[in-house]
């Protein structure tokens, strides 16, 4: 699939709720041949083929700022279409029932769990920042096409879904006990992780999202495009 067609076929939404590295989710988006909307409008949010929910910053602040804007509502309508969705950092963090930073806040609640900081532990450093490798649960997941057994990956956060169904879990990062790094749940998958800040392997599986058609969407069999190998894997 050329880079040209790509742009022609394929309309990717952005979710923008004034919390989040939207630019960067973009560019890395244009990077494999795929253009993007940077959106706060909740019809436009539904009306995308593809439906992308990044995000930084306080969980109640986020929260809050999609149910004001009317986008938490259009987030849960465009999953129940089927369309595929993917969530990065607090975007993953989100899609849970709820999270325990700064107290109890209710999430968007389509998957079942809670959020949870990292504990207190001697030596060891929270926020978990920097490179981390995942173990890929379920290799099969859409996001895993192409990439090497342990990819390794960007990670800045001091919070982490505790899914209620393990089923759910296609990745996990040990730090130093295995969390939940990569969800997957029929068209929502979700990343922990900055795959937009994970170098060539991120851009891999950004590739694999914008080109994914979930089980019930219309079927594609042209492959993704590869993302060049000689890119370097992670930072020196």
């Known amino acids: 699939m ?3 067609k ?7 939404v952005i979710v923008d709720y004034g919390m ?3 630019r960067s989710v973009q560019k890395a988006l244009e990077q494999v041949g795929y253009a993007a909307t940077i959106s706060s409008d909740p019809e436009v949010v539904w009306q ?6 990044p995000g930084v910053g306080a969980y109640a602040d986020a929260m809050l700022r999609l149910q004001q804007s009317g986008l938490a509502d259009a987030v849960k309508r465009f999953i129940t279409t089927g369309r595929p969705l993917l969530g990065i950092c607090l975007g993953l963090q989100l899609l849970f029932e709820g999270s325990y930073e700064d107290g109890w806040h209710t999430g968007l609640g389509v998957l079942a769990g809670k959020v949870v900081r990292f504990p207190e ?6 926020p978990h ?6 173990l890929l649960v379920q290799p099969h997941c859409p996001l895993f096409r192409g990439l090497t057994p342990q990819p390794c990956v960007y990670f800045v956060h001091s919070y982490y879904a505790v899914p209620a169904d393990a089923s759910i879990v296609a990745a996990t990062a040990d730090y130093p006990s295995p969390f939940a790094a990569v969800v997957w749940k029929d068209n929502v998958v979700a990343t922990q992780f900055h795959p ?11 590739a694999n999202f914008a080109h994914w058609q979930p089980e019930g969407a219309l079927p594609s069999t042209e492959a993704p495009p590869s993302v060049a190998p000689h890119m370097p894997q992670k930072a020196s």
């Open 196 to 206: 937009e800040k994970s170098q060539r392997l991120g851009l891999q599986m950004i």
């Open 48 to 53: 995308a083929e593809r439906l992308i929910l």
């Open 129 to 134: 920042m920097g490179w981390n490798d995942l």
């Open 6 to 12: 790509n742009l022609a076929m394929s309309t990717i």
């Open 20 to 22: 989040g590295n939207l």
């Open 121 to 126: 532990r001697k030596g060891l450093k929270v």
């Open 2 to 4: 050329t880079p040209e």
